[in-house]
């Protein structure tokens, strides 16, 4: 059984579809077994709810300390599922091939520090782009720069919205991080 930790900051959607597809089976022979809130968020009461152990630990410099002194020592995987602190390079070097985070953009385009939920999906629309979608990718020391494991775009439409461009890049999320999961889990690096 492959273990993974899952970090979230906001609602815990992302977070909600992992769970669904550890339950289901969609992501198999793997268990959820710790989720890290960095804030009070609804992605903590997810974990609760389905009685998966759920920590805080406030953001800042002792973050990362912190999160290694209680990630299970049989930590297969680190799932970014909308998580918007920055882990610092030692932590990532550390777990080098084992975090992974999800992107609303075709990286390398539209990622970096600042770049995360409506920021992306509005400089997109206000550099004229002919396509969006998400990205799955290893977590390095850069933000954004890691190596792609997974990436699935769509042609936007004329008369595109913010609110339009953000639904179909969740509902692409919701496809393919599941996917990725098991790529990493099953074929690591």
Same mark, same amino acid.
């Given at each position: ?9 906001g609602?815990?959607?992302n ?32 974990? +609760? ?18 999160? +290694? ?6 930590t297969?995987?680190?799932?970014? &599922? ?35 939920g ?11 782009e002919?396509?969006?979608?998400a ?5 390095? &020391? ?7 494991i ?21 509902d ?10 098991? +790529? ?6």
């Open positions: 059984m492959k273990n993974i930790v899952v970090l979230v900051s609602g815990g959607t977070l909600q579809r992992i769970i669904d597809c550890v339950e289901s089976g969609e992501i198999p022979d793997a268990q959820i077994s710790l989720v890290v809130a960095d804030r009070d968020c609804f992605g903590l009461e997810r974990a +609760k709810k389905h009685q998966i152990k759920a920590e805080k630990i406030p953001r800042g410099k002792s973050f990362s300390e912190e999160l +290694k002194k209680i990630l299970p020592e049989n297969d995987l680190i799932v970014l &599922a909308g998580f918007l602190s920055i882990l610092p390079a030692e932590f990532c070097t550390s777990f080098s091939g084992k975090i992974i985070n999800i992107h609303p953009a075709l990286l390398p385009k539209f990622g970096g520090k600042g770049m995360w409506n920021h992306v999906h509005d400089a997109v629309l206000k550099a004229g002919k396509e969006s979608g990205t799955v990718h290893y977590v390095t &020391a850069g933000i954004d720069e890691g190596e792609i997974l990436q699935k775009s769509f042609e936007i439409s004329e008369g595109e919205t913010l609110e339009t461009l953000a639904q179909k890049i969740h692409i999320e919701f496809e393919i991080y599941p996917k990725a999961i098991n +790529k990493v889990l099953n074929f690591p690096l």
